[in-house]
C-alpha cells in the first residue's frame, strides 16, 4: 500500500513515517499543500493522511480539488482537538475520517488498516491461496497455520502479487508499489525480493513463475499441476 502523508510539522510526519514503514507501508511525504496537490495529480496512491493546516494550500483545498477530479481516494484527515467546524467540513467535502491531535500512533494505525481496506473495495480481510493465508489487517502470512518471517517490503510484494493473482506484474510496477519517493532501487533489488518470497512460499507448493524480460506472476494455485517444474529462476 502507497500513502502520501501532507503534513507540515516535522517531528510528528518523521514519526508517523517510521511508524508506518515498519507496519510495511510505502509512505511519501510532502509538507505543503501545493506539492500534495501535485502529487495528488500526478501518481496513484491508497490512501491520503491530510493535515489541514498546511501552508501554501490549505488541507480543505487539497481535498476540494482531489473529489473535484471524481477521486475516490480514501482520505483521513488530521485537525486540532478543538477544530470541531474544520473536521464538519472536512467530512462533508468527502474525507473519510478523521483524528484530532494527539492521537495514539496504535489508533491511526488501526485507521489506516481500516481505511486501505475500504479503499480495496472492502473485500475480506483474510486472503487464502492454496495453504498460503495472508492476513490484511494484521499483515502477516502463514503456510499450513506456520506464520512465515516475512519483511516489511516481503509483505508488500506478496500483497501485490496476491491481489493480481494469475496476471503478470512488471518490475516496474513492483517499483511503484514499493518503494517511496527519493528511493533508488534497481531491478535487481527486485530480483532479491522475489527469490527470497519465493524460497519461503514454495515450501507450500505456492509458485511465483517469471517472464522473462517482462516480470513476475504468482500462479494461480489449481494451475499448477502436481509435479510441474516452473521457472524459478
Known sequence: M??????????????????????????DCVKNGQDADTALSTQEFDLLILDLGLPKLSGLEVLRRL???????????????DSVEQRVEGLDLGADDYMAKPFALSELEARVRALTRRGA???????????????????????????LDLSARELGLLEVLLARTGRLVSKEQL???????????????????VHRL????????????????????????????????????
Do not use: F
Open 175 to 193: 517499483v511503484d508499489h514499493l518503494c517511496e519517493w527519493g528511493e533508488e532501487v534497481s531491478n535487481n533489488a527486485i530480483e532479491v525480493y
Open 2 to 27: 502507497r500513502i502520501l502523508l501532507a503534513e507540515d510539522d516535522s517531528v510528528l510526519a518523521d514519526g508517523l513515517t517510521r511508524s508506518l514503514r515498519q507496519s510495511g507501508y510505502a509512505i
Open 67 to 81: 473529489r473535484a477530479r471524481s477521486s475516490l481516494l480514501p482520505v483521513l484527515i488530521l485537525t486540532a482537538a
Open 198 to 233: 519465493r524460497k519461503k512460499i514454495e515450501v507450500g507448493g505456492v509458485r511465483i513463475a517469471t517472464v522473462r524480460g517482462l516480470g513476475y506472476c504468482l500462479e494461480k494455485y489449481s494451475d499448477v499441476p502436481r509435479g510441474a517444474t516452473l521457472d524459478t529462476k
Open 121 to 147: 473495495g472492502g473485500g475480506p480481510t483474510v486472503v487464502k491461496h492454496g495453504p498460503l493465508v495472508y492476513d490484511q489487517v494484521g499483515r502477516s502470512a502463514y503456510i499450513n497455520d506456520q506464520m
